[in-house]
Antibody
Framework: QVHLQESGPGLVKPSETLSLTCTVS????????CLWIRQAPGKGLEWIGY???????HYNPSLGSRFTISMDTSKNQFSLRVRSVTGADTAVYYC??????????????WGQGTLVTVSS | QSVLTQPPSVSGAPGQTVTISCTGS?????????VHWYQQLPGTAPKLLIY???SRPSGIPDRFSASKSGTSASLAITGLQAEDEADYYC????????????FGTGTKVTVL
């Protein structure tokens, strides 16, 4: 059974860069879409972006250009970097995986999520 | 930027049926892109509940069912149980802009 686990700092200062890693166990990401989703406190879910095992990436066009997703298939990990964070980036960040056609992606499974707070 | 609209809350007594609507537009549900549903129990990560409009992953009880028509989809929970109290989200693909994945606004199900 595939299991995903996010890791990274729980507190980041405004204007700094947030870096998170998702480690996948129980299955290879070599055929997957690897995704990041976030949920601000008390709010709904927001898709951030994905990286395909071929290396192609796609990001939520409403979030701007501060987000970068990368992948290390040798470690079965993928990562998220968010530059110039503000309080609006405070959220629980989830990683997830998917397969299939890009218009049909359903997110399963999800990691447990990691809370990132942006504060000085 | 949720473009799928759900009612903020629905409630029902144990054993009853509740239905959650998910209203989209011609660039997502109306374009016949698949709708998926997730259940988020308090303090936990979302879990896939329904995929491909109306299919259940293994382990999901048949009390959960879904349908889609036009620019809307719906999730039904029959025989409501206390353990069903959670937030529910629909999700689809939207072909506007450069294409992206959209979630519904979320619905809190309360078991009375």
């Amino acid at each position: 059974q595939v299991h995903l686990q996010e890791s990274g700092p729980g507190l980041v200062k405004p204007s700094e860069t947030l870096s998170l890693t998702c480690t996948v166990s129980g299955g290879s990401i070599s055929s997957d879409y690897c995704l990041w989703i976030r949920q601000a406190p008390g709010k709904g879910l927001e898709w951030i972006g994905y990286i395909h095992y071929t290396g192609s990436t796609h990001y939520n066009p409403s979030l701007g250009s501060r987000f970068t997703i990368s992948m290390d298939t040798s470690k079965n990990q993928f990562s998220l970097r968010v530059r110039s964070v503000t309080g609006a980036d405070t959220a629980v960040y989830y990683c997830a995986r998917s397969r299939g056609h890009y218009t049909y992606l359903r997110f399963d499974p999800w990691g447990q999520g990691t809370l990132v707070t942006v504060s000085s | 930027q949720s473009v799928l609209t759900q009612p903020p809350s629905v409630s029902g007594a144990p054993g009853q049926t509740v239905t959650i609507s998910c209203t989209g537009s011609s660039s997502n549900i109306g374009a016949n892109y698949a709708v998926h549903w997730y259940q988020q129990l308090p303090g936990t990560a979302p879990k896939l509940l329904i995929y491909g409009d109306n299919s259940r992953p293994s382990g999901i009880p048949d009390r959960f069912s879904a349908s889609k028509s036009g620019t809307s989809a719906s999730l039904a929970i029959t025989g409501l149980q206390a353990e069903d109290e959670a937030d529910y989200y629909c999700q689809s693909y939207d072909s506007s802009l450069s294409g992206f994945y959209v979630f519904g606004t979320g619905t809190k199900v309360t078991v009375l």
